[in-house]
C-alpha cells in the first residue's frame, strides 16, 4: 500500500514559476520510480514528467522539456516538480503516480498503479 499526496499548486501569471512536490508514506521501503501527470476538464491525463529513484533517469512530454525539472529525495520519500516559464496551457490539475512493483519509468497513465489526489495549478494570461 502506498500514499501519495500532492502539493505546492497554485495561482501563478504567465512566465511564473512553481515548484509541486509529491511525499509518498506507506510501502517505500525500495525505492521506486514516480511520474507526474496532468489533466485538464474535457482533456485525457497525460503523461508529464517521470524518475525513476535508482539510476537518476528522467524522461519528459514534449510539451515541457527545458521548463521542467523533476527530481527526488529519497530520504524523505519526495519527489518534486520545478516547473519554469509557466504558459496558461499549463493549466490543469497535477497528479504524481507510482507502481511499487516495476522498475520502468512511470512514463504514460497505463503504468500508475498508485494515484495522488492532485493539486490545482493555474496559469493566468
Known amino acids: 500500500q502506498v500514499q501519495l499526496v500532492e502539493s505546492g499548486g497554485g495561482l501563478v501569471q504567465a512566465g511564473g514559476s512553481l515548484r509541486l512536490s509529491c511525499a509518498a508514506s506507506g510501502r517505500t521501503f525500495s525505492i521506486i520510480g514516480m511520474g507526474w501527470f496532468r489533466q485538464a476538464p474535457g482533456k485525457e491525463r497525460e503523461f508529464v514528467a517521470a524518475?525513476?529513484?535508482?539510476?537518476?533517469?528522467?524522461a519528459y512530454a514534449d510539451s515541457v522539456k527545458g521548463r521542467f525539472t523533476i527530481s527526488r529525495d529519497n530520504a524523505k520519500n519526495t519527489v518534486n516538480l520545478q516547473m519554469n516559464s509557466l504558459k496558461p496551457e499549463d493549466t490543469a490539475v497535477y497528479y504524481c503516480?507510482?507502481?511499487?512493483?516495476?522498475?520502468?519509468?512511470?512514463?504514460?497513465?497505463?503504468?500508475?498503479?498508485?494515484w495522488g489526489q492532485g493539486t490545482q495549478v493555474t496559469v493566468s494570461s
Open positions: 524518475i525513476s529513484w535508482s539510476g537518476g533517469n528522467t
Open positions: 503516480g507510482t507502481d511499487p512493483d516495476t522498475t520502468q519509468l512511470i512514463d504514460r497513465p497505463q503504468r500508475v498503479h498508485y
